[in-house]
């Protein structure tokens, strides 16, 4: 059973910062491409971020210069930094990989983690 639980979300004010992290368990041979996606009250579930095993990187303009993706393959964790917070980053943030599992490789979503910015 491959799980992957994100952890880091909170309350902070505006301008403030969080660091999520999201760890894959189980039973693989490797991790492809990971990334972070968010969805906000009333609206569709969006990227925020990707990055590939050789560590190639994707932003939404929305969070570009603001977040950072980085990934520790030793740890088959994938973190996302975000400095200058605002309100409208206010969404659940869900962990996406994809994992190989002997021939095959599967789409894996965590259970996401609540991230709210207020003042």
């Known amino acids: 059973q491959v799980q992957l639980v994100e952890s880091g979300g909170g309350l902070v004010q505006p301008g403030g910062s969080l660091r999520l992290s999201c760890a894959a368990s189980g039973s693989f041979l490797s991790i492809n491409g990971m990334g972070w996606y968010r969805q906000a009250p009333g609206k569709e579930r969006e990227l925020v971020a990707t990055?590939?095993?050789?560590?190639?990187?994707n932003y939404a303009d929305s969070v570009k210069g603001r977040f950072t993706i980085s990934r520790d393959n030793t740890k088959n964790t994938v973190y996302l930094q975000m400095n200058s917070l605002k309100p409208e980053d206010t969404a659940v943030y869900y962990c996406?990989?994809?994992?190989?599992?002997?021939?095959?490789?599967?789409?894996?979503w965590g259970r996401g983690t609540q991230v709210t910015v207020s003042s």
């Open positions: 996406n990989a994809d994992i190989r599992r002997s021939t095959t490789t599967v789409n894996y």
């Open positions: 990055i590939t095993r050789g560590d190639y990187t």
